[in-house]
Every structure is written in structure tokens, then in C-alpha cells.
């Protein structure tokens, strides 16, 4: 199969062959401005045979997106992915593979210690009732278990 290249660039990766967990540079963008910015494709559960349940996503979003920015300045962005398998962690310049780990990791201990999400609330979020802070803990633990694996994204 030799599918014709796609402009996202997620879907030019055969999903078939990653070894979740991992982190890889997804894309690395220069801006009009000459500002530089890197998405993460940060991936908890092997894509096609596991996946995230929604309240985990959402409450890991929640958590991730408050806590990493503690952390480091350059956090732009965590978005959950549709499929559910993990997100992407948009941040400004070209950080190395090192420093995101890192903030990764910190980042999920905060999480473990937790004890609340973040906004779960009908004024501060458009599905407040739709988090679970023990399944985001169990799914933080799940991916920091898998630390010295994050740098090989292919079986």
C-alpha cells in the first residue's frame, strides 16, 4: 500500500508500526514571524488495539495543560488526539527530546499528587461533569511506567 501523501502529517505514519508509549517530534513549523514551534505526538496506548476512555482525555487535558505550564514557558498547547490514543503538546521553539521528557515527566508526577482537576466545572469547562481525576492518575501512572521506552516510537 502506497497511499498518496497526506498534508497532516499523522496520516502519513503507518500507525501499524509505532510501539506506544512514546514521544516524537510530529512537526517542527517556522512562522511567518520567524517564530518556531514543535508538535509532540506524546502517545499513551498502542494505536488499533487500545485507546483512552473519555473522561481520562479529558480530565488529563485538564491536568496537563495547568500543571506543565508550571513548568516551563514555552507549553503552547495539549490537545487529546480523536482517536484517543494520546495528544499532541505543542510547544514554542525546538526543544530536544530531553527537555520534553522531562517536562513530561514532572508533569505527570504533579497529576499522581492531585487532588482535583482543574476547572471541572460547569462555568470553566463546556463538559464539566465529564472528568475523572482517578482514571487520569491511573493513565498518568500507566505512561510514566513506560519512561525508558518514550524515545523508541517503532517496534
Known amino acids: 500500500m502506497n497511499p ?6 499523522s496520516f502519513n505514519l503507518d500507525h501499524r508500526l509505532v510501539a506506544a508509549p512514546y514521544v516524537r517530534v510530529a512537526d517542527t513549523k517556522r512562522l511567518p514571524g520567524g517564530d518556531v514551534i514543535t508538535k509532540f505526538d506524546v502517545r499513551f496506548t498502542q494505536p488499533n488495539v487500545d485507546h483512552l476512555e473519555m473522561k481520562a482525555v479529558h480530565s488529563l487535558e485538564h491536568l496537563f495543560a495547568e500543571h506543565s505550564r508550571n513548568h516551563s514557558e514555552k507549553v503552547i498547547d495539549f490537545s487529546p488526539m480523536g482517536c ?6 505543542i510547544m514554542q521553539g525546538a526543544p530536544d527530546f530531553d527537555e520534553v521528557a522531562a517536562l513530561i515527566e514532572v508533569t505527570l508526577n504533579d497529576i499522581l499528587r492531585a487532588d482535583s482537576v482543574p476547572a471541572a466545572n460547569e462555568v470553566q469547562c463546556g463538559w464539566g461533569a465529564n472528568h475523572s481525576l482517578e482514571d487520569a492518575q491511573a493513565v498518568a501512572a500507566g505512561f510514566l511506567a513506560g519512561r525508558e521506552k518514550w524515545n523508541v516510537v517503532f517496534a
Open 84 to 89: 484517543q490514543t494520546g495528544f499532541y503538546l
Open 4 to 9: 498518496e501523501r497526506m498534508n497532516v502529517e
